[in-house]
């Protein structure tokens, strides 16, 4: 149960996404760090810290993996709990759990023997609170007001030489063409209007690809035949929801490095298919080693579209950019989410 | 009517187009006439020469050869055109301009502002090399040779040294040799990066040293060449350059 815009939680603490992937990883790499950390202070060596923790983990795993079952389950409810009624839930999950394995331990043999239940509890109990602090601070640290506030400054910024570039190419139309002229002023607002809309909100990738052919369209005024773009998109997923902006900066990005430095045509291919329960977005141009060096301002771009992807999908998506001999492509994977769902 | 002959390169079409409508409307005031059109860097080094312009509007952001990189080699010529720069944006370009007073508009382009940059331009001499040198963006990509009124262009990367001789500086590639009017220590630093000097009137490409050989001198104290990828001139190390240039064969050579 992901939530359709980051804005849309309220202040108040909340239990964590549990069936994303970022926070399970989160939770099964921090009581594993946890657990080692005690023992590596318990023991003497390194060597016998290891054996002592592969015992340790005889127990630990297994009520790890069955608590991320078991949460995942019951995630709809417990979201619908108070946050303490929610909390309290859980610790009383894990130290269920943890009598469960450890009564299946200690009858196992001795070899398993885990110590006393009470202390076994109490580090569950331990763990689970360690566990739920971190999220509620983690949420704090990331709380809506933060996000938001982030979010805004990282809307996406078009760079002021395709703004004034543009405005230069319809001022040479107004007299020739002013059918054209007024086309492209209003393929220039809708795109202006975009960029400065709410940038916390979800689009559906079909209007952001209706914004991609608008910003097209004024580049291939700019650039006449020296752009081509080429278009993949029988399979994309028009339903699917992103953030806004996120394509628009990567097909800019192709064209100022890829198209503009070239003084012959140039081609630049957008590739979105959906793969599964992932939506997977392509662009690919030229590449120019040394241009591309002198042109720079790349990178900024980049870790923009990289923190807002972040903050929209945590973990669970993707942005990878690489060099494939001549042609430098870009990658960005995010979760398929349908907008059917979606808060207007 | 003694029309003032301007050029235009700008590597998008409508760009060009709205210059041209501009000059239009501003003949009245300051008759002008079209002396050409380069939609890139190197067609505007090819065109300009012969084209009797004796004004260049000049966009800095060009495929092929930048603006500012074209002004300079346009700077060698006998008649060099007098030089407007125009840029959409560019943070970098229009503080280098600012420092180095060189004239330019931004665009959209002010057809009063047009007006009065050619007016200037027509009476002023081309801009300095040493001003076009500190405004660019990094190091040329090409040395320019002219050769009866034409320019000939020389990639840096194929140039195998530099050696200076009395007034001039030679610069060496595997087809032929040109005189250039750039000064040793001027080059080396700004090919800091590709070119290594081994002795003090000779700078080297880092990848075009083959290996060392020998050169005389007895065993305490040994005098080097440096073997060439592609010519077969050696070229001596100075006794001063050695301990610094040594490592650089196998270096360069992965």
């Known amino acids: ?344 | 009517m003694n029309a003032l002959a301007v050029f235009i390169a700008d590597d998008e079409a409508p760009a060009r187009e709205r210059i041209k409508e501009l000059l239009a409307d501003i003949a009245p005031e300051l008759p002008t006439r079209i002396a050409g059109e380069a939609g890139n860097g190197l067609d505007a080094l090819e065109q300009v020469p012969g084209s009797g312009a004796r004004v260049l509007l000049l966009d800095i952001a060009m495929p092929g050869m930048d603006g500012l990189e074209l002004a300079r080699h346009l700077g060698a010529l006998e008649n060099a055109p007098a030089i407007v720069f125009v840029t959409a944006h560019d943070e970098h370009a229009v503080e280098a301009f600012e420092l180095n007073a060189l004239d330019y508009l931004m665009k959209p382009v002010r057809a009063a502002r047009l007006a009065a940059a050619l007016r200037k331009a027509a009476d002023a001499p081309a801009p300095d090399a040493e001003r076009l040198a500190r405004a660019a963006r990094g190091p040329r990509q090409y040395f320019s040779v002219t050769e009866r009124s034409r320019i000939v262009l020389v990639p840096v990367r194929d140039v195998v040294y530099f050696k200076a001789e009395l007034k001039y500086v030679t610069l060496r590639t595997q087809a032929g040799e040109h005189l250039i009017e750039d000064s040793l220590v001027a080059l080396e630093r700004e090919f800091a990066q590709d070119y290594v000097r081994i002795h003090r009137n000779c700078l080297v490409a880092r990848n075009a040293m083959r290996s060392f050989e020998r050169a005389g001198g007895d065993d305490d104290d040994p005098h080097w060449n440096v073997v060439l990828d592609g010519i077969p001139e050696r070229l001596p190390v100075s006794r001063r350059q050695w301990p610094l240039v040594k490592g650089l064969v196998n270096l360069g050579r992965e």
């Open chain 1, 1 to 344: 149960m992901s939530s359709s815009s980051i804005s849309q939680n309220a202040h108040a603490d909340a239990l964590p996404d549990l069936r994303n992937l970022g926070v399970i990883a989160r939770i099964l790499i921090g009581v594993n760090l946890l657990a080692f950390g005690a023992v590596l202070f318990a023991e003497p060596s390194w060597a016998q810290s290891f054996t002592r923790f592969t015992r340790v983990a005889s127990i630990l795993e297994p009520v790890l993996l069955l608590s991320i079952v078991a949460l995942y389950l019951a995630l709809p409810w417990l979201l619908q709990l108070p946050y303490r009624t929610g909390c309290a839930t859980v610790l009383a999950i894990e130290l269920l759990l943890a009598t469960i394995v450890h009564a299946l331990a200690a009858q196992a043999g001795a070899e398993f023997a885990p110590g006393s239940l009470g202390r076994t509890l109490a580090l569950a109990a331990g763990a689970t609170l360690f566990v739920l602090g971190y999220f509620r601070l983690h949420a704090r640290a990331f709380s809506p007001a933060l996000a938001e506030a982030r979010l805004q400054a990282l809307q996406s910024r078009i760079r002021p030489h395709f703004l004034f570039n543009s405005l230069n190419a319809v001022l040479s139309l107004v007299r020739r063409d002013p059918r054209r002229a007024e086309r492209t002023l209003q393929d220039l607002a809708d795109l202006f209007r975009e960029l400065m809309a709410d940038g916390r909100r979800f689009v559906r990738l079909a209007d952001e690809i209706a914004l991609l052919e608008r910003y097209s369209g004024i580049e291939k005024l700019r650039l006449g035949e020296r752009l081509r773009i080429v278009w993949e998109l029988d399979e994309a997923p028009s339903d699917a929801l992103l953030p806004p902006m996120v394509l628009q900066p990567l097909l800019e990005n192709a064209i100022y490095h890829g198209v503009e430095p070239a003084t012959g045509a140039s081609e630049v291919v957008v590739r979105i298919v959906r793969r599964g329960d992932r939506v997977l977005v392509q662009v690919e141009n030229a590449y120019r080693g040394e241009s591309a060096k002198l042109r720079g301002g790349n990178h900024m771009a980049m870790e923009n579209i990289r923190e807002r992807l972040r903050l929209f999908f945590d973990a669970e998506a993707r942005l990878e950019s690489r060099i494939d001999g001549e042609r430098y492509r870009v990658e960005i994977e995010i979760p398929y989410r349908s907008g059917a769902g979606l808060r207007q």
